[in-house]
T-cell receptor, first 112, second 114 residues
Framework: DQQVKQNSPSLSVQEGRISILNCDYTNSMFDYFLWYKKYPAEGPTFLISISSIKDKNEDGRFTVFLNKSAKHLSLHIVPSQPGDSAVYFCAASTGTASKLTFGTGTRLQVTL | DTGVSQDPRHKITKRGQNVTFRCDPISEHNRLYWYRQTLGQGPEFLTYFQNEAQLEKSRLLSDRFSAERPKGSFSTLEIQRTEQGDSAMYLC????????????FGSGTRLTVV
């Protein structure tokens, strides 16, 4: 039962353009969402998070949007840079339990 | 503090052997987590500790798996009688202010059971 889904296994974007990574969830009890970035041979690195009481959170080039009615969130990266090339994981938790349920990841490649 | 450290980075073992992994969290973090990641999947929750108390275990953590965090500092994850299906990356993470900063993950221990 995949409660957090990332349906695009890969995405290729030109440098300077916008990257949009999508994530859907099925568990309506999830109320806190995070995005992680992972380079090969390293552990995932926290990028940005959003609480279910908000619909948008921004941090520099990264913005996360949450649509609770659609159970959908997205990560926007503007402008995309070659160093953003990595696997991006969406994750969700319930309350402050802090146990995370991860999606399967989207591999982003930013080309010159 | 250099972040979350995991040892070893790689482990190859024969089926049926026992293995133990160690995780040293960021010193001021009171929560410690173990996750497992297989190829093409996201990390899957195994267990977590708040200080020395193990507060939750996943059903993925069969009787062959045990985790400890003595004195609320480092943690060990032991797998007894390893099986080929145990081959995966085992990730440790720690946190203090989860809601604002998520977890900090270590680089993981890659286990290969042959």
């Amino acid at each position: 039962d995949q409660q957090v889904k990332q349906n695009s296994p890969s995405l290729s974007v030109q440098e300077g353009r916008i990257s949009i990574l999508n994530c859907d969830y099925t568990n309506s009890m999830f109320d806190y969402f995070l995005w992680y970035k992972k380079y090969p041979a390293e552990g995932p690195t926290f990028l940005i998070s959003i609480s279910s009481i908000k619909d948008k959170n921004e941090d520099g080039r990264f913005t996360v949007f949450l649509n609770k009615s659609a159970k959908h969130l997205s990560l926007h990266i503007v402008p995309s840079q070659p160093g953003d090339s990595a696997v991006y994981f969406c994750a969700a938790s319930t309350g402050t339990a802090s146990k995370l349920t991860f999606g399967t990841g989207t591999r982003l490649q930013v080309t010159l | 503090d250099t972040g979350v450290s995991q040892d070893p980075r790689h482990k190859i073992t024969k089926r049926g052997q026992n293995v133990t992994f160690r995780c040293d969290p960021i010193s001021e973090h009171n929560r410690l987590y173990w996750y497992r990641q297989t190829l093409g999947q996201g990390p899957e929750f195994l267990t977590y500790f708040q200080n020395e108390a193990q507060l939750e275990k996943s059903r993925l953590l069969s009787d062959r798996f045990s985790a400890e965090r003595p004195k609320g500092s480092f943690s060990t994850l032991e797998i007894q009688r390893t099986e080929q299906g145990d081959s995966a990356m085992y990730l440790c993470a720690s946190s203090s202010d989860f809601l604002n900063y998520g977890y900090t993950f270590g680089s993981g221990t890659r286990l290969t059971v042959v």
